[in-house]
Each structure stands twice: as structure tokens, then as C-alpha cells.
């Protein structure tokens, strides 16, 4: 129900009900145009690209892309899954993978050295029965690993909070050091690391899969499904920072 709340395209479509409503019953005309002029700034707000990247960039430029010194890194890594695709079940678990799982999973594979450790975490959506996102991940990037790295996987888990818990949790039973370098997508890095900050973790970040176009100007008004998208990931992760803000978990 959240998700649906938080999703832009609702918000226009509720502006336009709303408009359509007023123009049907109402008898002052002038208010039905301050509410059409009202929905189709929203629209622009929400949908073209000029808006669009500016959100995200809120996000994305919070922490450098691929930050983390790889080279001299030793470090064990961390990856958060991303996404799973339901249904589909005639296709494999690493078919249905998203895309923001697989760039971060392609990630991991340059940056986790030989003998190295790698942490990944992610479980099932709830309500589904389906594998867990860490263990697709596993098997999507198996092939890209030197045999001599050690691979964990976390499947508890159904957020970022969850990931982080239980991630800290294995690394109290192995007796580790909070000290990780933390692979994730761009837009999501922010309420990841205060997450893990906030749990004691020294974080180095390696921000992969951006999604902002650098250098679209403002007036670039024209609305665009793609935009749209980028709108509401944004919406999603600033009230999911708030959110964990809220509860004390960043």
C-alpha cells in the first residue's frame, strides 16, 4: 500500500480525478483551471527529466562513485541485493534478477580480491516463495570469482535495517572487525550507509549503477517514462531515509 501511496504517476492521476470532479460539479471555473495548471506543474515536477535527475543527483552525489580504493583494499565486502522479479518461475532465479542487482553483483566481481571475503545480503520478498535474492546473486557471479574467495550469504532479511542487522550478526559470531567496503547502487548508498554507520560499521563505499544523466538542463520539461521512474525512486528512498531517520536507524 506504501508503494502505491509513494508513486508519483497515483498522485497525478488523484490531481486529474480530482479536476475532472470540480469541473463536473463545481460551478466556479476559475479553480478548475488553478487545479488543472496545479496538475500540470505536477506533472512536469514529477516526470521530466530536468526534475528528474536534479532528485536523484539529492541522492547519487552524497558519495562518490566507486569511492573505496580498491587496490589497496582488505576489507571484507559487502553487497546488497536489489531486487528480484516475481513470478516467471520458468525462467531461473539469476534470469529474474533486476537490473540494479545485477550492476551491483558485476560490481563485486572487479572488486573483491582473491582469497578475499565476500558478504551478501538479501532475503525473500514477504508473501512470496521464491529464492532469496543473496543466493541468485551467488549463482549469477559464481563464474567471475576466483575460486579462493569465501562467499556468505545473508537471506534473512527483507530491508536495509534487516540486511544490516543481520549482517552485523554474523560478523560478531565470526569475531570481525566492523570494517567493510560496501557495494550498493548510487541512489541507495545514502540511507545504506548511515544504516551501517549507525550499527558501529566503518564503511568505505564503492557507489555503482547511477542513474542520473549529468548535464540535462533544467528546461528540459518534456515528460518522459523514464523520468517518471527516476522520480519515484527518489520519493522511495528520501522517505525511506526519513523513515529510518524516525526509528533511529541512521
Given at each position: 500500500?506504501?508503494?502505491?501511496?509513494?508513486?508519483?504517476?497515483v498522485?497525478i492521476?488523484?490531481?486529474l480525478?480530482?479536476?475532472?470532479?470540480?469541473?463536473?460539479?463545481?460551478?466556479?471555473?476559475?479553480?478548475?483551471?488553478?487545479?488543472?495548471?496545479a496538475?500540470?506543474?505536477?506533472l512536469?515536477?514529477?516526470?521530466?527529466?530536468?526534475?528528474?535527475?536534479?532528485?536523484?543527483?539529492?541522492?547519487e552525489n552524497?558519495?562518490?562513485?566507486?569511492?573505496?580504493?580498491?587496490?589497496?583494499?582488505?576489507?571484507p565486502?559487502?553487497?546488497?541485493?536489489?531486487?528480484?522479479?516475481?513470478?516467471?518461475?520458468?525462467?531461473?532465479?539469476?534470469?529474474?534478477?533486476?537490473?540494479?542487482?545485477?550492476?551491483?553483483?558485476?560490481?563485486?566481481?572487479e572488486?573483491?580480491?582473491?582469497e578475499?571475503?565476500?558478504?551478501?545480503?538479501?532475503?525473500?520478498?514477504?508473501?512470496r516463495?521464491?529464492?532469496?535474492?543473496?543466493?541468485?546473486?551467488?549463482?549469477?557471479?559464481?563464474?567471475?570469482l576466483?575460486?579462493?574467495?569465501?562467499?556468505?550469504?545473508?537471506?534473512?532479511s527483507?530491508?536495509?535495517?534487516?540486511?544490516?542487522?543481520?549482517?552485523?550478526?554474523?560478523?560478531?559470531?565470526m569475531?570481525?572487525?566492523?570494517?567493510?567496503?560496501?557495494?550498493?547502487s548510487?541512489?541507495?548508498m545514502?540511507?545504506?550507509?548511515?544504516?551501517?554507520?549507525?550499527?558501529g560499521?566503518?564503511?568505505?563505499?564503492?557507489?555503482?549503477?547511477?542513474?542520473?544523466?549529468i548535464?540535462?538542463?533544467?528546461?528540459t520539461?518534456?515528460?518522459?517514462?523514464?523520468?517518471?521512474n527516476?522520480?519515484?525512486?527518489?520519493?522511495?528512498?528520501w522517505?525511506?531515509?526519513?523513515?529510518?531517520?524516525?526509528?533511529?536507524?541512521?
Amino acid at each position: 500500500m506504501i508503494d502505491i501511496l509513494l508513486d508519483p504517476l497515483v498522485w497525478i492521476a488523484g490531481a486529474l480525478m480530482f479536476t475532472m470532479l470540480l469541473s463536473l460539479f463545481g460551478r466556479r471555473c476559475l479553480r478548475c483551471l488553478f487545479f488543472s495548471f496545479a496538475t500540470l506543474c505536477l506533472l512536469v515536477a514529477v516526470s521530466s527529466p530536468g526534475f528528474a535527475n536534479r532528485w536523484l543527483a539529492t541522492l547519487e552525489n552524497t558519495y562518490p562513485l566507486q569511492a573505496c580504493d580498491v587496490e589497496s583494499n582488505t576489507r571484507p565486502v559487502v553487497v546488497l541485493a536489489g531486487g528480484l522479479a516475481g513470478g516467471y518461475n520458468e525462467f531461473s532465479p539469476t534470469q529474474r534478477l533486476s537490473n540494479a542487482s545485477k550492476n551491483r553483483a558485476l560490481a563485486v566481481s572487479e572488486v573483491v580480491k582473491p582469497e578475499g571475503m565476500l558478504f551478501i545480503a538479501g532475503g525473500r520478498a514477504r508473501y512470496r516463495q521464491d529464492e532469496a535474492e543473496a543466493d541468485a546473486i551467488a549463482q549469477f557471479i559464481a563464474p567471475l570469482l576466483a575460486d579462493d574467495i569465501t562467499v556468505i550469504t545473508e537471506v534473512g532479511s527483507e530491508n536495509t535495517h534487516q540486511n544490516v542487522l543481520n549482517i552485523e550478526s554474523i560478523f560478531e559470531e565470526m569475531q570481525m572487525p566492523k570494517d567493510v567496503l560496501l557495494v550498493t547502487s548510487a541512489w541507495h548508498m545514502r540511507r545504506a550507509v548511515g544504516t551501517f554507520r549507525k550499527r558501529g560499521f566503518e564503511v568505505c563505499t564503492y557507489a555503482v549503477d547511477p542513474l542520473q544523466h549529468i548535464g540535462v538542463p533544467l528546461t528540459t520539461l518534456w515528460p518522459q517514462v523514464t523520468a517518471l521512474n527516476k522520480t519515484a525512486i527518489s520519493i522511495h528512498e528520501w522517505v525511506g531515509w526519513l523513515y529510518y531517520r524516525r526509528q533511529g536507524y541512521i
